[in-house]
């Protein structure tokens, strides 16, 4: 059977490198686009059998040159004011839409076979929330450029708990959403098995989007688990709007108001039909470390 190379960005942060490696365990061959081969991370995806491809989602022949003999790309916005710069060369631009049209335009050239897109939920709504919106004009070009695509939305990643861990473990989780607010998550992990399924059946998936969740609980549910793994209680504390805004800047504060008004459409069911056994809070957490250490 001749390998099917899956050119996967983003394979050294969180989302691109658990498709990775779903991809890999799927038997796909992974081609991983790094901006520096030589760093840490670059070089585990190596050693877990990853093919490297040196270049940038700011450039676009280096992105033609990773292209070359694929069978399909995963990609995945990172919303900044300005994109990184470019590296190589190549056409620099900035800004998310334009790094999504520069892997778009050059998969549709090369006549990729299957294009994954990894965008947000409710991105194709157009909800207000800037980096949700971004991903959605990817959406709209990657359609415009008929690509043999699919757009997976995943929610809110269990994964950013990390960044207030510290101050869950001392004992409180403040957010602005109010404690009875359905909050959707997803493990990273799982995102990844859901795009190995999407690629392992291209026929079924070709020309759908799927906005997927992993479970669905209110900040008090999210704070019950918490504090049951942890072993020692968690208080949920609802900040006010405008500390919300001073402390996680202005396109956070839209994001969060969108949670607390209606949120995110996806059913988790979608994710369970492809992902049979996807991850609780509970094993996230477990899996993360956050278990009782005493």
Known sequence: MVERIVLVTGATGQQGGAVAAALKGAGFAVRALVRDPAKPAAEALKRAGAELATGDLGDAASIARALKGAYGVFTYGVYRAEAAHGAGGGEKVSGEVEQGRLMADPAAEAKVVHFVYGSVGN???????PHFDSKGEVEKHVTARGLPATIVRPVFFMQNWERLRARI???TLAQPLSSTTLHKQIAVQDIGAFVARVFADPARWIGRAADIAGVALTMEETVATMSRVIGRPVRYVQM?????????GRPSALMFRFFENGGFIADPATLKAEVPHPHTLDDYLREAGWGKTT
């Open 169 to 171: 473990l001392e004992g």
């Open 123 to 129: 991105a194709d709504l157009g909800t207000g929330v």
């Open 240 to 248: 006010s709007w405008e500390e919300c805004e001073k402390r996680l």
